[in-house]
T-cell receptor, first 114, second 112 residues
Framework: EAGVVQSPRYKIIEKKQPVAFWCNPI?????LYWYLQNLGQGPELLIR????????DSQLPKDRFSAERLKGVDSTLKIQPAELGDSAVYLC????????????FGQGTRLTVV | AQSVSQHNHHVILSEAASLELGCNYS??????LFWYVQYPGQHLQLLLK??????LVKGIKGFEAEFIKSKFSFNLRKPSVQWSDTAEYFC??????????FGKGTKLSVKP
């Protein structure tokens, strides 16, 4: 069974430029998470989807970040414009349901803003 | 708000030493508890989980954890570590609303 797939693995952009990350969750997983992981820190939730609905986006900086999950499968996370402080690893995870199941993580996208 | 505290930022052990990593959470309701591991250059992987039942849970690679409800703790243990256990370990709590909150992680370095 394929795991959670993210692309790209690495991205280097100049500040003020836009950037997008893509995630393909495990087939059949209704719940999808985007996490931000800074160096030396644990993952911090940005947004959680149940199917195509964003049920928790309270931690998403909506002035520059946006996300979508069309058809309740793949998801994209966008930053526009990027700032130096956005340099981090962006993790996607999925689970069968939000409760009583484990989340499976992708490899992450390491973003460097210069 | 829910939170997870991991007491140790960096633990250094020699091979065959015993390991215990602390994890405390703040959440009054029913929780699911997890330990994830991140080996160098790899993605987060589940070590073990607790949903209900026996508070002593066993995971992969000889790891176990004990849920102590009265102490809001879910400490990770291994009787004898190996060099290959060098990794970063994250405790996480899943609440009834479906959110999954992580601690800041503990880096484990095992000297051969």
């Amino acid at each position: 069974e394929a795991g959670v797939v993210q692309s790209p693995r690495y991205k280097i952009i100049e500040k003020k430029q836009p950037v997008a990350f893509w995630c393909n969750p495990i087939s059949g997983h209704n719940t999808l998470y985007w996490y931000l992981q800074n160096l030396g820190q644990g993952p911090e939730l940005l947004i959680r989807y149940e199917n195509e609905e964003a049920v928790d986006d309270s931690q998403l900086p909506k002035d520059r970040f946006s996300a979508e999950r069309l058809k309740g499968v793949d998801s994209t996370l966008k930053i526009q414009p990027a700032e130096l402080g956005d340099s981090a690893v962006y993790l996607c995870a999925s689970s069968l349901s939000p409760r009583n199941t484990e989340a499976f993580f992708g490899q992450g996208t390491r973003l460097t803003v210069v | 708000a829910q939170s997870v505290s991991q007491h140790n930022h960096h633990v250094i052990l020699s091979e065959a030493a015993s390991l215990e990593l602390g994890c405390n959470y703040s959440y009054g309701g029913t929780v699911n508890l997890f330990w994830y591991v991140q080996y160098p250059g790899q993605h987060l992987q589940l070590l073990l989980k607790y949903f209900s039942g026996d508070p002593l849970v066993k995971g992969i690679k000889g790891f176990e954890a004990e849920f102590i409800k009265s102490k809001f703790s879910f400490n990770l243990r291994k009787p004898s570590v190996q060099w290959s256990d060098t990794a970063e370990y994250f405790c996480a709590v899943g609440g009834s609303q479906g959110n999954l909150i992580f601690g800041k992680g503990t880096k484990l370095s095992v000297k051969p």
